[in-house]
């Protein structure tokens, strides 16, 4: 087990240092371009590619830090540049999660490879869990994936929505109904390979914020997959589904299923892009207070915005160490007995919003002008409330789990 320390090794800082000179030199450059352009960067991930920032083996490194601090610091990093561009960059580790959280060791070795690509021909994947009317409550999802034993095949059929990488991704991991009666219990996730007849992108996404990332519908119209694509393999499903059936009867303990495991091993990750927005944010709230003169003197100089801005730094400082410590946790086997993975979530997201809306407050009209980053950067801290579980939905994660009542 690797001992919980408050210092980033010397390893690990110069990854910090090499992503936060991409982030400052390539992503920021262009975040009000693509902003405006509401379009994937390709040119981005495709310079991200060429360095290794976006491949499997960066990815890998970070996810298997034995610290568990090598996922969230580089989601800080690159949000801290921008946080569209940089969801268009780790938008397909999503999918990359629910293949190595469910998946075998031939699915993972299969599949994530090739979500991914290469400098040359760089791959993109999207994870598809929420339906129309199933997005907190993943028991309402509607999508069916029937089995076809003569022909060793899952039919699949349904509508995804809030994609990232949906309908443009060479490989779609989706989240699919395979006994209706076991509620959430009987949900299984599927690989759908490239090319795959019957899949397709239904409508795209003008967002609020984080405009750069690609959010469509996909449609699934009979999509036949191998039964070698059902993640984890039929034993292991039936093996789970009879599980759940039995405890049903018993009215016995609940069965994690696949999207659940997935945004559960996420969850913190999502904290740190919040925590990067927020102190990309802060920073600029900062040198403009120091360097914006009123009435002869800095604006730092008065106590309301001086005492705005420590309140800032130290609430993006404690949503860092919230996220540190249940990624920690993560790495090492540790238990969310207080779901200190939603805790993470929880207050790094809504200090974002807060951080990003008290940086507007400081640079005054400036703050609500596109000429300055931080109303962007608002309009983008928006989505961390919401994606991959609502505040209200990881406020009721962490009282259930106190109070050892079943998360529904």
């Not at 960059?89 to 990359?96: D, Q, S």
């Not at 991959?388 to 259930?400: C, D, F, K, P, Y």
Request: aromatic share 8%.
């Amino acid at each position: 087990m690797a001992e919980f320390t408050m210092e980033l090794n010397d390893e690990q800082k110069e990854v910090r240092d090499w992503l936060h000179g991409f982030a400052a030199d390539v992503i920021r450059p262009a975040a009000a371009e693509w902003d405006e352009r509401e379009e994937t960067p390709w040119p981005v991930i495709q310079e991200a590619a060429k360095v290794g920032i976006y491949s499997l083996d960066f990815y890998a490194q970070q996810y298997f830090d034995q610290t568990g601090l090598g996922i969230p610091m580089a989601m800080e990093e690159l949000f801290w540049g921008d946080a569209g561009i940089a969801l268009s960059i780790v938008g397909t580790g999503l999918a990359a999660v629910g293949v190595l959280a469910n998946g075998t060791e031939e699915q993972i070795g299969t599949w994530v490879p090739q979500m991914y690509g290469d400098a040359n021909d760089v791959k993109l994947a999207a994870f598809c869990s929420s339906e129309p009317d199933a997005g907190s409550d993943v028991a309402s999802m509607r999508t069916r994936a029937v089995y076809d034993e003569a022909k060793d095949e899952w039919v699949i059929n349904g509508t995804k929505t809030w994609a990232t990488n949906g309908g443009i991704a060479n490989v779609h991991v989706v989240v699919a109904v395979v006994d209706a009666e076991l509620g959430s219990k009987g949900h299984a996730s599927f690989i759908v390979p490239p090319n795959t007849p019957g899949l397709s992108q239904g409508q795209k996404f003008k967002k609020h914020g984080i405009r750069a990332s690609h959010t469509a519908e996909v449609i699934l119209d009979n999509v036949r997959v191998p039964g070698s694509c059902l993640l984890g393999g039929k034993a292991k499903l039936d093996e789970r589904l009879a599980r759940a059936r039995e405890r049903a009867k018993a009215g016995g303990e609940r069965v994690k299923n696949a999207a659940m495991a997935t945004f559960e091993a996420s969850r913190p990750a999502v904290g740190a892009m919040a925590v990067g927005t927020a102190r990309a944010a802060y920073e600029v709230a900062l040198d403009y207070a120091m360097t914006r003169e009123q009435f002869g003197r800095p604006i730092i100089d008065n106590q309301g915005v001086a005492f705005q801005l420590a309140e800032m730094r130290t609430q993006i400082d404690a949503a860092r160490l919230l996220v540190w410590r249940a990624s920690w946790m993560a790495i090492n086997g540790k238990p969310f007995t207080a779901a200190e993975g939603s805790m993470s979530k929880l207050f790094a997201s809504e200090t974002s919003k807060k951080v990003t809306a008290q940086a507007i407050q400081i640079l005054g009209g400036n703050g609500y002008t596109r000429e300055y980053p931080v109303e962007r950067m608002h309009r983008d801290s928006a989505i961390y409330t919401i994606f991959e579980g609502t505040s209200e939905i990881q406020r009721l994660v962490i009282a259930r789990t106190l109070s050892g009542m079943p998360i529904r």
